[in-house]
């Protein structure tokens, strides 16, 4: 009954360092998603994908890649890490347009 | 542009009183809109999700409202409980959106008081 794992739950970086931000999911979604919540701002798409292979940028997508290459996984690479990438990061899946989302833990990751 | 809006942003109630939230919306054309809880430091639990069509939907002691016409939901929490502390998320989703994107508004924080 695992539903949206996110890995790992803390992270510290430093400025310049890469990383990537793991997400998977076993309900056999087809939509994936990126969120970064900042006091303040709210949560925020960073990238989404409709399914493996198609992947697109939300409203806040620079300094972030993704790809898709299976439908379990969508995993979020920050290239060079800033301290404004400071956040909480949040991956969600849904099954389709309109259909209900799911949340995994959240990943807290702080660039000094 | 989408935006969502919850006020209060806090609110505190004693235990056992009904706890009414609200969430409003500047564009209609929805598909459905969704409230969350978020527990400190943890992720998001859908609560419910109402969809467009639907005037309220209802989980246990939750209730949801939606007038979509006047953009605007409420969400009723009954007979709150300490347990019920937690920030609460609204989100809508837009027909236009791409991606099953959700518009998020700031939460309201609720603490209930034993």
């Known amino acids: 009954n695992a539903g949206v794992t996110q890995t790992p739950k803390f992270q510290v970086l430093k400025t310049g360092q890469s990383m990537t931000l793991q997400c998977a999911q076993d309900?056999?979604?087809?939509?994936m998603s990126w969120y970064r919540q900042d006091p303040g701002m709210g949560l925020r798409l960073i990238h989404y994908s409709v399914g493996a292979g198609i992947t697109d940028q939300g409203e806040v997508p620079n300094g972030y890649n993704v790809s898709r290459s299976t439908t379990e996984d969508f995993p979020l690479r920050l290239l060079s890490a800033a301290p404004s990438q400071t956040s909480v990061y949040f991956c969600?899946?849904?099954?389709?347009?309109?259909?209900?989302?799911?949340f995994g833990q959240g990943t807290r990751l702080t660039v000094v | 542009k989408q935006e969502v809006t919850q006020i209060p942003a806090a609110l505190s109630v004693p235990e056992g009183e009904n706890l009414v939230l609200n969430c409003s919306f500047t564009?209609?054309?929805?598909?459905?809109l969704q409230w969350f809880r978020q527990d400190p430091g943890k992720g998001l639990t859908s609560l419910l999700l109402?969809?467009?069509?639907?005037r309220e939907q209802t989980s246990g002691r939750l209730n949801a409202s939606l007038d979509k016409s006047s953009g605007r939901s409420t969400l009723y929490i009954a007979a709150s409980q300490p347990g019920d502390s937690a920030t609460y998320l609204c989100a809508v989703r837009l027909i236009k959106a791409a991606g099953n994107k959700l518009t998020f508004g700031g939460g309201t924080r609720v603490l209930v008081k034993p």
């Open positions: 309900m056999n979604h087809e939509y």
């Open positions: 969600a899946s849904s099954g389709g347009v309109g259909t209900e989302a799911f």
């Open positions: 564009d209609s054309a929805i598909y459905n």
């Open positions: 109402i969809q467009s069509s639907q």
